[in-house]
């Protein structure tokens, strides 16, 4: 932190290589973090409802990336995930079931093949006999090969369509079981989901939620809803402020700007700031004709007093 003497020497005008004083523009703004992030009350899938809040981070408390920020009661989400594990150990037991019985029926087929060929040769060979066995004898053996004949074609043909029913129950089975394990993934993501983890390293500063028919920051045991914002978190060590420049003193914006930043609630304190970036078009909010450039200018230094949404007055110098 820069002395005071050295910010009132940098708070002074300086004159320009022609002798004149630099130009120097008064604008008003807010404070902001460079690096911030907002924490939503977790939206988890299937049916939706309140959650219950269980652990939360101190308002003002620094927190590393990767931290617990809240959590949430997971009862219910458990339970679904035991239900959801069930049905699914359930779906792979049936389908491994299947495959021992599907197995078992098609070794009993090939048997039953193999038996209906043995017959049509025994059948065949009682057949070559003929010229010894009697004219009726002779009728029933051809009788018996073709009765063969057709039984072999009949259970190759079964034994097909068979096999074509089994992989289409085996792919019934097994797409159910996949369904069930997506719901499983779900109901991990879910439990996951409801502790919120910081991802970045910050202070954390809680948001007003209604809870009572009034506006505070939330509590252990409140019921929150999905997507509601819980808190903010924001990196303190850089810190820019957020103006708005009139059109015609748009010309002060550009690389090599300067600024003296004042905060209206510690009037004892200025920051030096230097020009970070600004809109390219200058817009208005409707119905009013006046428009002007957002330009963000970042803070030299650092405070513990400088927090987002502090109102400051910036004192811009254009660049020499």
């Known amino acids: 932190m820069p002395s005071a003497a050295l910010l009132l020497l940098a708070a002074l005008p300086t004159l320009a290589a022609d002798g004149q004083p630099p130009r120097t523009v008064r604008a008003t703004g807010l404070i902001r973090a460079v690096t911030s992030a907002t924490i939503l009350v977790p939206r988890i899938e299937g049916l939706g409802g309140s959650l219950t809040l269980v652990t939360m981070a101190e308002n003002g408390s620094l927190v590393d990336k990767g931290a617990s920020l809240a959590t949430f009661d997971r009862a219910n989400e458990l339970k679904l995930l035991r239900d959801a594990q069930s049905r699914f150990d359930d779906a792979d037991h049936l389908i491994q079931q299947k495959k021992a019985e599907h ?13 209906a060929n043995a017959d049509l040769n025994k059948a065949e060979i009682e057949l070559r006999k003929g010229p ?3 004219i009726i004898e ?7 090969v073709a009765d063969a004949r057709a039984h072999v074609a009949s259970l190759e043909k079964s034994t097909k369509f068979r096999e074509q029913a089994d992989k289409s129950e085996m792919k019934v089975l097994e797409l159910q079981r996949d369904r069930q394990k997506v719901a499983v993934e779900r109901q991990m993501r879910n439990s996951e989901k409801l502790s919120v983890q ?10 007003n939620v209604y809870r009572n028919n009034t506006l505070g920051h939330a509590q252990e045991g409140d019921q929150l809803w999905p997507g509601s914002p819980l808190m903010k978190l924001f990196d303190p060590s850089a810190m820019e402020v957020e103006v708005a420049v009139g059109e015609p003193d748009g ?4 690389p090599g700007a300067k600024a003296i930043v004042h905060l209206d609630a510690f009037p004892d304190l200025q920051f030096t700031a230097h020009f970070s970036s ?3 078009v200058a817009t208005s909010p409707l119905g009013i004709s006046v428009k002007s ?4 200018f970042r803070l030299d230094q650092s405070d513990p007093r400088l927090l987002p949404d502090l109102s400051a007055a910036v004192d811009i110098e254009a660049a020499r």
């Open 198 to 207: 910081a991802p970045i390293r910050g202070m954390a500063a809680l948001q």
């Open 251 to 254: 010309a002060v914006l550009g």
């Open 132 to 134: 010894v066995l009697s």
């Open 138 to 144: 002779q009728e029933k053996n051809r009788v018996r």
């Open 103 to 115: 197995l078992s029926n098609a070794e009993r087929r090939l048997s039953d093949l193999a038996q």
């Open 293 to 296: 450039f957002i330009a963000r």
């Open 278 to 280: 600004a809109s390219p």
